[in-house]
C-alpha cells in the first residue's frame, strides 16, 4: 500500500522552530515531485512548497520565503519542511503529497498523486 505519513508537528511558542518529516512507503519517493501544503481552520488548503524529484529544484510560494525550506532525503524516502519564525498564523494541519508534476513558478493541489493524513502544527503562547 502506498502511502505518505508526516510527523513532527506539535505545539510550539511564537519564534520557535519545527522541521516536519513526510515519510514515504510501498512507493519510491525519489521517483517523485513532493509538496507541502497547510490548512487552518476554517480556511482553505494553501500550498508552501514544492521540490523536484532529485531535489535540486524548489520553489516556495511568495508569501512563504524566508521561513520555510524545503528539502528531501531519497536515500530515506523523507521529505522535509523546516519552519521558523513560527508565528500564530501558522496554526494548522500541515500535509506532504508527491506527484509527477513540478514547477519552478507555482504548486497546485490538484496535481498530486499520494498525500498523507496531516500533522497539527499550533503555535501559541
Known amino acids: 500500500q502506498s502511502q505518505l505519513v508526516e510527523s513532527g508537528g506539535g505545539s510550539v511558542q511564537p519564534g520557535g522552530s519545527l522541521r516536519l518529516s513526510c515519510t514515504a512507503s510501498g512507493f519510491t519517493l525519489g521517483q517523485y515531485a513532493a509538496g507541502w501544503f497547510r490548512q487552518a481552520a476554517g480556511k482553505e488548503r494553501e500550498g508552501i512548497a514544492s521540490?523536484?524529484?532529485?531535489?535540486?529544484?524548489?520553489y516556495i510560494v511568495d508569501s512563504m520565503k524566508g521561513r520555510f525550506t524545503i528539502s528531501r532525503d531519497n536515500a530515506k524516502n523523507v521529505v522535509y519542511l523546516e519552519i521558523n519564525n513560527l508565528k500564530p498564523e501558522d496554526t494548522g494541519v500541515y500535509y506532504c503529497?508527491?506527484?509527477?508534476?513540478?514547477?519552478?513558478?507555482?504548486?497546485?493541489?490538484?496535481?498530486?498523486?499520494?498525500w498523507g493524513q496531516g500533522t497539527q502544527v499550533t503555535v501559541s503562547s
Open positions: 503529497a508527491a506527484g509527477s508534476w513540478y514547477s519552478d513558478y507555482e504548486i497546485h493541489d490538484y496535481l498530486y498523486k499520494y
Open positions: 521540490i523536484g524529484s532529485t531535489g535540486t529544484n524548489t
